[in-house]
Structures are given as structure tokens and as C-alpha cells.
């Protein structure tokens, strides 16, 4: 993988979208030579529309991120990738004509937007296509050499048979004599040269997945693996990297004090993410309100009761505020006090199934956001009765609140819904990498991936 922004990025996507994007600008500019062609028109050549034509890549592939082309769904499957491809060329072709109109300069012509388009929906199936036929499945993975053979080797393993993953195992070490968990691992004993090893099974990185580091680790072996360029990884730090969320299992406080993280130097993104929150929610308060207002006369007709809720939450540092939402469920739903919410909640309400799914419940948050109390990306806020439990139950709960809450988060777009101490743990996981790892790219990523949660109904309940 390669990091950016402290963000990590699989080296698949990566080049399938560098790839992709010569592919949009190459779309772009055959479409209006082409047309040129039809009217008969003197070619300007590249360099005359190379400008329009990288604002049409631009423009295609960040719906394509919005709509997970780049996911791990369509990475295994070219039906997948390109159902979701139909939707990112509609809804890029849809934005370019609306800026048309309000521009309504020629940098785009409807005819040229029109072959772009077509060109743009069959392009990266095709790339995909001769990529895996050209590179083969497993070009692209990284070969990692495991030192440990118990549970956390096995951990790996699980990890590696997966079809997104970004590597492959070239080998197990046992460093102890204890009886393995991985079958075909080898003994350290049976090693003479530990560094030779490593180049020898064209290792690109070494994993310590020791159960037990004491009198264990390797410090002159791995001192000499590391010299030789070999990447060298501690499990928790390469399970984060890899899955896109902090392992609870194996998180101790020294790695969160002495891992890269938690930044100093976030001031300044912070600034600029209020900003932000500041400019959007005014904007998304003024275009919303009159859809606001139709749902909540339409919530006061559909049950007793009044159309809006207020419900306290817990913010930041652990400060509590009053979260506003349309009301989505009976008035008397908390009756017998607070409760998690169940798949087909008898307590929603007909109209409420289709505003929690739709999100349209939501948007009266966008005041909260605008009063500085959430942002627009951040861990969701939880009930102050359930966050008291839950900071027993749970290790390390407290620090998800040392960043605003927000609307849509890292957790939202990768963990579907779920209402349990379970699920709160797997949740954690994901809000724990966005605290440790926020930069405004992760939260462009967010906000773009929000989008296909939305479309596709993912995590709704």
C-alpha cells in the first residue's frame, strides 16, 4: 500500500485509477475529435481541449470514487464494477450539463459530453479486462513473511485468502518451540540465515506476529532485514494498515502513544474543517429547508405527536448536546427508556422507514453542525445512558470522543448498521483509525463515499 495524506491506498487502486483517469482525458479528446470530424470542423487538436477534458476526468472519476468503483466489491467482480460505473458516467454527465447551464460556456458541448459519456462506460471494464489478463491476479499483492506461527499468523492467513487482499504469504517462522496454530510453518532452528531467507522467498515485508515478543524477538536478525530494504511491521500497525481500522484485540496503550498519529499539526486542518462545516451546513440548511418542512407536516399527519425530536448525545471531550432529527418513530418509542434500534423496529413509523432510509430524518442535523456541536464527518454521537455502559465494556470508548462527532464517519461507510455492544466494538475500531489518522483527504474520501451508503441504502435501518 501506498499512504496518502496518512491514509492508506491499496496499490491496485491506485494504478487502476491513474489508469482510469488517462483513460477519461483520452475519452474526453477522442469525442471531440470526433465530432469535429462529423460538422467538419478544423481539429484544435490537444492542446485545445485539454483543459475541458481534464475537468471531464476529474469530475468522472470522483463520482466513480463517490459510487465505490474503487471498492473492494468491484475489484473482485466486473458486473459489480460496472453497474456502479453506469451510475458514476449518469451522475458525472448529469453534474457537467448543470455547470454547462450555469456557465454555458463552449469548453463542453451536450454532443461531445454524450460520446465522452458512452466512451467513459466501457473504458475501465475493458482496462480491468486486460489488466488481469495481462498482470494475472496476483501481480499486484505483496509478499510478506510472517515471523510467528500461533493465532495471530493464522489471523494473517484468514486475511490474505480474502479476494480484495493486497498480499500474499510467502512463508511462516516459528520462533518458539510451542505447537503451532499454522500447519505449514517452518522452525527458526531449521533456518541457518534468517536476512538470506527473506531474500530468498522475495519477501517485500516482514510481519511480527509474535503471541509472546519476550526473549522471542529477533533484534539482530531483524536489524539486518531492515538494512536490506526490507519493510519490517509490528501485527497491530499492519492489521491497520490492511483492514482500515484499529484491532481491538491486540491494541495496547504504548502503540497508541508511540505509533504515528494523532497528529499536532491538525490545527490547521481543523480550522479549515469548520470552515467548511460552516460554509455547507448554511448552504444545505438553505437548499434543504423546504424539504424539511414538507416532511415535517407529513410526519405530524402520519402519527401523533410532534414533528421534530430533540435526543441528548455525547460530543466532544465528552460534552453533551441536543441532537435534532425529524421524528421517525411513535412518540411513546422510549416509554420504558432508552433502547438500541432493531431491524424492523415496531416502533417506527411508516413514513419513518422512509426518511431513515432515504436520510432525510438526518438533515435537521445540519443546525447542530452549523452551532459547532458535530461536523459533517465524525464518530457518531451515542446516548450519554449508552456511553456509560459502554466505556466499561469496551476499551479505550472515551478516546472516539477527542474528535467532533459528525454526521457520516469512516465507521458509517464501512461497518453496516448495527445496534449492539458487538457492533459498537467493531464501530470503535473504525472511529479509533479516523482519530488517529484524520486529515481533510480521509474526510473527502468520506463524504464522496457517503454518497453510495446513501444510493444503495447501505447501513439504513
Same mark, same amino acid.
Given at each position: 500500500?501506498i499512504?496518502?495524506?496518512?491514509?492508506?491506498?491499496?496499490?491496485?487502486?491506485?494504478?487502476?485509477?491513474l489508469?482510469?483517469?488517462?483513460?477519461?482525458? +483520452?475519452?474526453?479528446?477522442?469525442?471531440w475529435?470526433?465530432?469535429?470530424?462529423?460538422?467538419g470542423?478544423?481539429?484544435?487538436?490537444?492542446?485545445?481541449? =485539454?483543459?475541458?477534458?481534464?475537468?471531464?476526468?476529474?469530475?468522472?472519476?470522483?463520482?466513480?470514487?463517490?459510487? #465505490?468503483?474503487?471498492?473492494?466489491?468491484?475489484?473482485?467482480?466486473?458486473?459489480?464494477a460496472?453497474?456502479?460505473?453506469l451510475v458514476?458516467?449518469s451522475?458525472?454527465?448529469?453534474?457537467?450539463?448543470?455547470l454547462?447551464?450555469?456557465?454555458g460556456?463552449?469548453?463542453?458541448?451536450?454532443?461531445?459530453?454524450?460520446?465522452?459519456?458512452v466512451?467513459?462506460l466501457?473504458l475501465?471494464?475493458?482496462? $480491468?479486462?486486460?489488466?488481469?489478463?495481462?498482470?494475472g491476479?496476483?501481480?499486484?499483492?505483496?509478499?510478506?513473511?510472517? =515471523? +510467528?506461527? #500461533?493465532?495471530?499468523?493464522?489471523?494473517? $492467513? @484468514?486475511?490474505?485468502? *480474502?479476494?480484495?487482499?493486497?498480499?500474499?504469504?510467502?512463508?511462516?517462522?516459528?520462533?518458539?518451540?510451542?505447537?503451532?496454530?499454522v500447519?505449514?510453518?517452518?522452525q527458526?532452528?531449521a533456518?541457518?540465515?534468517?536476512?538470506?531467507h527473506?531474500?530468498?522467498?522475495?519477501?517485500s515485508?516482514?510481519?511480527?506476529a509474535? @503471541?509472546?515478543?519476550?526473549?522471542?524477538?529477533?533484534?539482530a536478525?531483524? =536489524?539486518?532485514?531492515?538494512t536490506?530494504?526490507?519493510?519490517?511491521?509490528?501485527?497491530?500497525?499492519?492489521?491497520?494498515? @490492511?483492514?482500515?481500522?484499529?484491532?481491538?484485540?491486540?491494541?495496547?496503550p504504548?502503540?497508541?502513544?508511540?505509533?504515528? #498519529?494523532?497528529?499536532?499539526?491538525?490545527?490547521?486542518?481543523?480550522?479549515?474543517?469548520?470552515?467548511?462545516?460552516?460554509?455547507?451546513?448554511?448552504?444545505?440548511?438553505?437548499?434543504?429547508?423546504?424539504?424539511?418542512?414538507?416532511?415535517?407536516?407529513?410526519? !405530524?399527519?402520519?402519527?401523533?405527536?410532534?414533528?421534530?425530536?430533540?435526543?441528548?448525545?455525547?460530543?466532544?471531550?465528552?460534552?453533551?448536546?441536543?441532537?435534532? !432529527?425529524?421524528?421517525?418513530? *411513535?412518540?411513546?418509542?422510549?416509554?420504558?427508556?432508552?433502547?438500541?434500534?432493531?431491524?424492523?423496529? %415496531?416502533r417506527?413509523t411508516?413514513?419513518?422507514?422512509?426518511?431513515?432510509?432515504?436520510?432525510?430524518?438526518?438533515?435537521?442535523?445540519?443546525?447542530?453542525?452549523?452551532?459547532?456541536?458535530?461536523?459533517?464527518?465524525? %464518530?457518531? %454521537?451515542?446516548? %450519554? @445512558?449508552?456511553?456509560?455502559?459502554?466505556?466499561?465494556?469496551?476499551?479505550?470508548?472515551?478516546?472516539?470522543h477527542?474528535?467532533?462527532? +459528525?454526521?457520516?464517519?469512516?465507521?458509517?461507510?464501512?461497518?453496516?448498521? +448495527?445496534?449492539?455492544?458487538?457492533?459498537?466494538?467493531? !464501530?470503535?475500531?473504525?472511529?479509533l483509525?479516523?482519530?488517529?489518522n484524520?486529515?481533510?483527504?480521509?474526510?473527502?474520501?468520506?463524504? =464522496?463515499?457517503?454518497?453510495?451508503?446513501?444510493?444503495?441504502?447501505?447501513?439504513?435501518?
Amino acid at each position: 500500500m501506498i499512504r496518502l495524506f496518512k491514509h492508506y491506498v491499496p496499490y491496485p487502486v491506485l494504478l487502476l485509477g491513474l489508469i482510469d483517469f488517462v483513460l477519461m482525458t +483520452g475519452a474526453s479528446l477522442a469525442a471531440w475529435h470526433l465530432r469535429e470530424r462529423q460538422i467538419g470542423m478544423a481539429s484544435e487538436g490537444i492542446a485545445g481541449h =485539454l483543459w475541458s477534458s481534464l475537468g471531464f476526468a476529474v469530475t468522472m472519476q470522483t463520482a466513480m470514487v463517490a459510487v #465505490g468503483v474503487y471498492g473492494p466489491e468491484a475489484l473482485r467482480s466486473l458486473r459489480y464494477a460496472g453497474a456502479r460505473q453506469l451510475v458514476a458516467v449518469s451522475l458525472a454527465a448529469i453534474g457537467l450539463s448543470f455547470l454547462d447551464f450555469l456557465v454555458g460556456s463552449q469548453a463542453l458541448w451536450r454532443s461531445t459530453l454524450a460520446y465522452a459519456s458512452v466512451l467513459a462506460l466501457f473504458l475501465p471494464t475493458i482496462s $480491468r479486462l486486460l489488466m488481469g489478463k495481462v498482470l494475472g491476479a496476483e501481480a499486484l499483492r505483496r509478499r510478506i513473511l510472517v =515471523l +510467528g506461527a #500461533g493465532r495471530r499468523a493464522d489471523r494473517l $492467513r @484468514e486475511l490474505s485468502e *480474502r479476494e480484495e487482499s493486497g498480499f500474499l504469504i510467502a512463508g511462516y517462522i516459528a520462533m518458539t518451540h510451542t505447537a503451532p496454530v499454522v500447519e505449514n510453518a517452518v522452525q527458526r532452528s531449521a533456518i541457518a540465515n534468517l536476512p538470506q531467507h527473506v531474500v530468498s522467498v522475495q519477501a517485500s515485508e516482514v510481519v511480527l506476529a509474535l @503471541e509472546e515478543r519476550r526473549n522471542s524477538l529477533p533484534l539482530a536478525d531483524l =536489524l539486518r532485514i531492515k538494512t536490506t530494504g526490507v519493510h519490517v511491521n509490528d501485527f497491530s500497525s499492519f492489521l491497520e494498515r @490492511e483492514t482500515g481500522r484499529v484491532d481491538l484485540d491486540t491494541l495496547n496503550p504504548s502503540w497508541l502513544i508511540f505509533s504515528d #498519529g494523532f497528529s499536532s499539526g491538525r490545527a490547521i486542518s481543523s480550522a479549515a474543517k469548520r470552515v467548511f462545516d460552516i460554509a455547507a451546513s448554511s448552504l444545505l440548511l438553505i437548499i434543504s429547508l423546504p424539504l424539511i418542512v414538507v416532511f415535517a407536516l407529513a410526519v !405530524k399527519l402520519d402519527s401523533k405527536g410532534p414533528a421534530f425530536f430533540r435526543q441528548r448525545r455525547v460530543g466532544l471531550y465528552g460534552e453533551c448536546f441536543d441532537v435534532i !432529527k425529524l421524528r421517525s418513530m *411513535r412518540s411513546d418509542a422510549e416509554a420504558n427508556g432508552a433502547q438500541w434500534a432493531q431491524a424492523d423496529d %415496531p416502533r417506527v413509523t411508516r413514513l419513518g422507514r422512509f426518511i431513515r432510509k432515504t436520510r432525510i430524518d438526518e438533515l435537521p442535523q445540519t443546525w447542530s453542525v452549523l452551532r459547532g456541536e458535530m461536523s459533517f464527518v465524525g %464518530p457518531r %454521537p451515542e446516548r %450519554p @445512558e449508552f456511553v456509560t455502559d459502554l466505556e466499561k465494556q469496551l476499551p479505550y470508548y472515551a478516546e472516539r470522543h477527542m474528535v467532533k462527532p +459528525g454526521i457520516t464517519g469512516w465507521a458509517q461507510i464501512n461497518y453496516p448498521y +448495527g445496534a449492539s455492544t458487538e457492533d459498537s466494538r467493531h !464501530k470503535l475500531e473504525y472511529d479509533l483509525y479516523y482519530a488517529k489518522n484524520y486529515t481533510p483527504f480521509l474526510d473527502l474520501l468520506i463524504l =464522496l463515499q457517503t454518497l453510495r451508503v446513501v444510493l444503495w441504502r447501505e447501513g439504513a435501518r
